[in-house]
C-alpha cells in the first residue's frame, strides 16, 4: 500500500525519474499539436519511464515565449530537453547554459545553425529529415511533368528557419539541373494569404510560369488559390511539403501534385529517447512522397493516425 500511495518501503529510497522538456512551437497548427500529443501517449508506457514538461509558442517565429519557457526549465531540475526551434540562431544562450549544467539538448524540427554551434563549440545532436534530398525528389517530379526551359517559382517558409533553406536549396540545385528556369524565389513566411499575394504577383509578371514549388502545404494552397482565381488552374504544376489537412482536397483532386510526409512524431519519440540516452550523433528520419495515388497511406498530422506506429 505504501509504494501504490507513492511512499517508499521503510528504509528505502527511490530515484526520481527523469525530467524531460518538450519545447515547441507553432502549436496553433497540426504538426507540433501532434508531436506533443504523440509523445504524451508515448509516455504512458515508456520504459525507461520519464516525467514529460511539454510547452512553447503557438505562433510560428516566437522566440521569446520559447526563451522564457527554456528559462523556466532550467531553473528546475530538468535531465534532457527537446526542442524544435523557432530560430536557428536566437536560444543559442539558453542552449549553452543547459550544457554546462549538464543538460543534453536534442534539436528536432528545423536544425540549429551548426556553423554558429561550432564557433561556440555547442555540440546538440539532431533528429529530423534530410530536407535537401527529399526536396529534390520533389523537384524531379515538376521536372518530369515540365520541359527544360520552362518557367517556375519557388516558395520559401520564414527567413531564419532552416528547414526553409535547406528545402529551398534542395528544390534549387534540382529544377536547375532539370534545366528548369527558376525565376522568383519568395519568402511568405508559412503562411497561405501571403502566398497567395505573391503568387497572384508572379502570375501577372511571369505570364508563362509553369510551376510553384513551395516549402510548405498552407503556401502551396495560397498559391492555388490564385492561380484558380486567375484561371490558370491544370496549366501550373504545384506541389507543397508537410503533408498538412488543408492540401489533402487539393492533392485528391489533382491540382497539387505532390506533397511531403516527415512523420514529425517519429522526431519526437526519437529525440526523446535520445535525450534519455546516449546524446550523441543525428539521426535522419524517414520521409515520403505523397500524392494522390498514394496519399490514403499517409493520413495528415492530428488525423487519426495510428500513434504506435511511430515506435
Known amino acids: 500500500m505504501a509504494v501504490e500511495q507513492g511512499q517508499p518501503p521503510a528504509g528505502k529510497t527511490v530515484e526520481p525519474l527523469p525530467v524531460i522538456g518538450l519545447v515547441l512551437h507553432g502549436l496553433d497548427g497540426q504538426l507540433y499539436q501532434s508531436v506533443e500529443n504523440t509523445v504524451r501517449t508515448y509516455q504512458q508506457s515508456a520504459k525507461p519511464p520519464f516525467r514529460l514538461n511539454a510547452g512553447g509558442a503557438l505562433q510560428e517565429g516566437d522566440v521569446d515565449v520559447q526563451r522564457a519557457f527554456l528559462r523556466q526549465l532550467l531553473a528546475g531540475h530538468v535531465s534532457g530537453i527537446v526542442l524544435a526551434p523557432a530560430d536557428d540562431q536566437a536560444l543559442l544562450p539558453e542552449l549553452l ?6 543538460v543534453c539538448v536534442v534539436n528536432i524540427g528545423s536544425r540549429l545553425d551548426t556553423r554558429l554551434m561550432g564557433n561556440k563549440q555547442l555540440v546538440i545532436p539532431w533528429v529530423g529529415p534530410d530536407n535537401r534530398a527529399v526536396a529534390k525528389d520533389v523537384a524531379d517530379l515538376v521536372a518530369s511533368r515540365l520541359s527544360p526551359g520552362d518557367q517556375v517559382a519557388i516558395l520559401a517558409g520564414r527567413p531564419g528557419d532552416t528547414s526553409s533553406f535547406e528545402r529551398v536549396t534542395g528544390f534549387r540545385h534540382a529544377l536547375k539541373a532539370a534545366g ?3 525565376v522568383a ?12 499575394k505573391i503568387v497572384a504577383g508572379w502570375l501577372k509578371k511571369y505570364p508563362n510560369l509553369k510551376g510553384v514549388v513551395s516549402a510548405g502545404d498552407n503556401m502551396a494552397v495560397g498559391a492555388l488559390i490564385a492561380i484558380e482565381a486567375a484561371g490558370r488552374q491544370n496549366h501550373i504544376v504545384v506541389t507543397g511539403f508537410d503533408n498538412l489537412m488543408s492540401a489533402r482536397p487539393w492533392l485528391r483532386n489533382g491540382q497539387l501534385l505532390a506533397t511531403v510526409e516527415w512523420f514529425p512524431e517519429k522526431q519526437g519519440i526519437y529525440g526523446i529517447n535520445k535525450a534519455m540516452g546516449n546524446c550523441k550523433g543525428n539521426q535522419y528520419t524517414p520521409v515520403a512522397l505523397v500524392t494522390a495515388e498514394n496519399m490514403d497511406r499517409y493520413p495528415s498530422p492530428g488525423m487519426s493516425r495510428k500513434v504506435r506506429y511511430f515506435w
Open 97 to 102: 547554459q543547459a550544457r554546462k549544467k549538464g
Open 185 to 196: 524565389i519568395e519568402a511568405a513566411g508559412w503562411q497561405q494569404d501571403r502566398a497567395e
Open 180 to 182: 528548369l528556369k527558376v
